[in-house]
């Protein structure tokens, strides 16, 4: 099995377009309730593209099995050096370290755009995705409990903090 990180194309769309619908309806992982349409799913990648944020593809053996992107925190200038991020692996090829290379991509990628943090927001459900974090040094910096409603409960968000430049 090979695994290469590469540049999203457009027709890695269908792919991740797959994993976030499975995600939508099988996890808690994004908190929307409705499943994304193709031109849905190209636009948002695409938006991230045309403001110089990556999107970028795990490939395995050729094949979209994963991707991981980043874009503005929040949309206030004083947050222009501080991103979130999301990674997404294929339920069929989890515990394959294909998340850790997509993050450490992420992390790359930002130190060369000359960002300061990473921000991660992770349903307190997750835990194996806090603990993921936590091996990149990220911190747990605060909880907002009861945030979402999904799957008839109520959900907590985990917020997770990377510092990139330690200056």
Same mark, same amino acid.
């Given at each position: 099995?090979?695994? $290469?990180? &590469?540049? +999203?194309? @457009?027709? !890695? $769309? %269908? *792919? /991740?377009?797959? /994993?976030?619908? +499975?995600?939508?309806?099988? @996890? $808690? *992982?994004? +908190? !929307?309730?409705?499943? &994304? $349409?193709?031109? %849905? %799913?190209?636009?948002?990648?695409?938006?991230? /593209? @045309?403001? %110089?944020?990556p999107v970028i593809v795990a490939a395995v053996d050729g094949i979209a099995m994963g991707f991981g992107m980043y874009s503005e925190f929040r949309f206030r200038e004083a947050y222009k050096f501080t991103v979130e991020h999301s990674v997404y692996v294929n339920e069929s090829h989890h515990g394959k370290g294909i998340g850790k290379m997509l993050l450490q991509e992420l992390i790359e990628l930002a130190k060369k755009q000359k960002l300061h943090t990473m921000i991660a927001v992770i349903d307190s459900e997750n835990q194996s995705s806090v603990e993921f974090h936590e091996k990149f040094g990220f911190k747990t910096v605060g909880i907002i409990k009861e945030s979402g409603y999904k799957f008839d409960r109520w959900l907590h968000s985990v917020f997770m903090q990377l510092i990139l430049d330690k200056k």
């Amino acid at each position: 099995m090979e695994i $290469t990180i &590469r540049p +999203y194309k @457009s027709e !890695d $769309t %269908q *792919a /991740i377009l797959d /994993i976030i619908n +499975y995600n939508i309806l099988n @996890s $808690t *992982a994004l +908190y !929307d309730y409705n499943i &994304r $349409t193709f031109e %849905q %799913q190209k636009n948002i990648l695409e938006e991230k /593209i @045309s403001k %110089q944020f990556p999107v970028i593809v795990a490939a395995v053996d050729g094949i979209a099995m994963g991707f991981g992107m980043y874009s503005e925190f929040r949309f206030r200038e004083a947050y222009k050096f501080t991103v979130e991020h999301s990674v997404y692996v294929n339920e069929s090829h989890h515990g394959k370290g294909i998340g850790k290379m997509l993050l450490q991509e992420l992390i790359e990628l930002a130190k060369k755009q000359k960002l300061h943090t990473m921000i991660a927001v992770i349903d307190s459900e997750n835990q194996s995705s806090v603990e993921f974090h936590e091996k990149f040094g990220f911190k747990t910096v605060g909880i907002i409990k009861e945030s979402g409603y999904k799957f008839d409960r109520w959900l907590h968000s985990v917020f997770m903090q990377l510092i990139l430049d330690k200056k």
